[in-house]
């Protein structure tokens, strides 16, 4: 399993700002819409649905389709989970 470095929201900022990269925000499209970093974009690794959460078959698809495979991104979620199953779909 590859490791992933964990970085601070500070740190995302510098990269986004700086150096180019950008953010993806991994939420759902609720806890998107209900607050997220200026300039993010959201591509859901899971949809919320009537029984929980369902996976998101459609989620490299979008990425690769809306940033290339040689994007620099950020995957951040609410408390890392998700983000770093993203992370892992994407590399993989």
């Known amino acids: ?3 992933f470095p964990r970085i601070s929201p500070a740190e ?9 990269y950008i953010y993806i925000d991994v939420r759902s499209e ?3 819409e209900a607050g997220h970093p200026a300039g993010a974009y959201n591509v859901p690794l899971m949809h919320m649905a009537a029984g929980g959460m369902s996976p998101n078959p459609d989620f490299v698809n ?13 995957v ?11 992370a892992e779909a994407l590399v993989a």
């Open 30 to 32: 609720h806890e998107f």
């Open 12 to 20: 995302a900022q510098a990269l986004v700002s700086n150096n180019g």
């Open 1 to 3: 399993m590859p490791s």
């Open 62 to 74: 979008v990425i690769l389709a809306s940033f290339g495979s040689e994007a620099n991104v950020i």
């Open 76 to 86: 951040g979620c609410k408390a890392g989970g998700r983000s770093l199953r993203a």
